[in-house]
């Protein structure tokens, strides 16, 4: 179930500022990528490609292919809304439904897909909190307001939230930059555990926790103010940290950067 | 030569010497006080004026004012009582709401999450405009359009679905309640619609893309993440447009059939509202009259009061889930 991704020479623009460049990539399934790089270069933007919430923006398109095993993420058939329900995402800040019981969070994927019986949902409604290390801190209040959590509980049950509809990719966007150390330890551990299941791709600002956490790493920079961001290299995470190929690379993850 | 400025509670000096500042501060202190005081002052003196103008009256009435239904005050040996003005009332308003929330609602999710913004913005400005048009247009139009045009609609509705109570009887008029509540409900569409379309233009977008990134369609995306959390702002907005409603007074006194009955038959030529009656009836009322319709209105601002009262305990309820997500 996990998928791979392949991206070539893929552009991304906010009306007419092109955000990113030319982007080719092999994105392995069962793995960790990271996506680093300074402020700006558009690993948001092109994290938001794999799964077509992009063009969600008003004015924002895209140009270039994304391959997910064999389907053509943005083929003329496809429809955005299945893309999304293959390709999980969870975002930067933790964004539970404020109306909604803790429950009521991890079960709304399930519902929108309709077919689920009760005691089905019941049981991947655990299963997800299990796998998202957040079962034991809730599970004696299912029936209260995702809101009432902690920033580090929220952040899990927004990744409990994704994986209950069980996709196949699996996109953080900076998932521990709003969390304590312990938080992150947590999330860090959860995904050393998801990517046995799934392909997961988490942009961080955080050096050692790419080279924790992950099994390939993405270099992306950008030339200057208002230049598309363009990918630097990418190679196994270990490479990347130790020996680099470009120069830029290396001034960025030895802290010489700029 | 220039001293430092110091200080009182040792933070950073501001631009004047601390003792400035709290002598501005009391004169503004007392204007404000001032102010408020004499607001409440005011509305007091209101209020005593209307009761002592209501208790004669409410004296010599030789009925029960609550539960009377006839209105005949300036007779020599008044009677009257607030029972079917007040159903009145509370019937064509609700039905008027009842009409146009959902059309509200619509228009408002429509404006603020389909439509492609240049028509966003034209439709957001019609609406507004709708809103500021005088109630005595909308009056104006059902009498001259609405009260024959319905003469069709309320046989036919008579006919057909006729085993419902509302729209049970024997004759059917144009001039009805339920017309009535037609132009009531199309008076406060555009102010609920208005309401409602800044709440959802406010819903945030991460909880938009929440949604979105499970593989919500825009219907769904809508459910999940707009409509709860305009919720507490939809219930404002309905509250204030029943508000308007109740409270609505030439448009309905031209349209309204002003009979003093109980009815659950919206098409009869039966009905009356509160407002209505004090605008149809003040002119030629005697100091009796004056001071009936004086109570009348008391019991008018009562029930809004109960329904605004109603509608805030049903928002605090949901306070707990409702706290925005961070
Ligand atoms: N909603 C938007 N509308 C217009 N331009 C945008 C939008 N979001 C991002 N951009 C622009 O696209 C470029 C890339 O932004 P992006 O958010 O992808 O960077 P990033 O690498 O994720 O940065 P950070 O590390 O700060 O999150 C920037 O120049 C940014 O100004
Ligand atoms: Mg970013």
Known sequence: ?258 | MVTPLRTREGGPATGRPAFRRSRGEGPFRFATTGAGILLLAIMAAIAVFLIVKAVPALQANTSHFLTEKIWTPNSTKPVFGIAALAFGTVISSFLALIMALPVAIGVALFISHYAPRRLAGVLGYVIDLLAAVPSVVYGLWGVIFLIPFMKGPSTFLNTYFGWIPLFAGDAVYGKSILTGSIVLGIMILPIIAAISREVFLQAPTSLEEASLALGATRWEMIRMSVLPFGRPGVISAAMLGLGRAMGETIAVALIFPATFDITFKVLSANGNSIAANIANGFGEATPIGQGALIASGLVLFVITLVVNTAARLIIARRKEYSRAAA
């Open chain 1, 1 to 258: 179930m996990a998928k791979q991704i392949e991206v070539s020479d893929l552009d991304a623009y906010y009306g007419s500022h092109k955000a990113i460049e030319g982007i080719t990539m092999t994105i392995e399934p069962r793995s960790v990528t990271a996506f680093i790089g300074p402020s700006g270069c558009g690993k948001s933007t092109f994290l938001r490609t794999l799964n077509r919430m992009h063009e969600v923006i008003p004015g924002a398109r895209v140009e270039g292919k994304i391959l997910l095993e064999d389907q053509d993420l943005y083929g003329s058939d496809i429809d955005p809304v299945s893309v999304r329900r293959t390709v999980g995402m969870v975002f930067q800040r933790p964004n539970p439904f404020p109306t909604m019981s803790i429950f009521d969070n991890v079960a709304a994927g399930l519902r929108l897909n309709g077919r689920v019986t009760k005691s089905e949902t019941q049981g991947i409604v655990e299963s997800s909190l299990k796998d998202a290390n957040l079962w034991n801190e809730v599970k004696d209040r299912l029936n209260k307001p995702g809101a009432g959590l902690s920033g580090g509980q929220q952040q899990r049950l927004c990744i409990a939230r994704a994986i209950a509809v069980n996709p196949s990719v699996l996109l953080m966007d900076e998932p521990c930059s709003a969390l304590d150390p312990i938080s992150t330890l947590a999330i860090e551990d959860l995904i050393s555990k998801l990517k046995n299941d799934y392909t997961i791709v988490i942009v961080t600002h955080n050096m050692q926790q790419a080279a924790r956490v992950s099994d390939r790493t993405a270099f992306f920079n950008l030339a200057g103010q208002g230049q598309p961001g363009k990918l630097v290299e990418m190679d196994d995470t270990s490479k990347i940290f130790t020996n680099p190929t470009q120069k830029a690379t290396e001034d960025y993850i030895t802290g010489r950067f700029g």
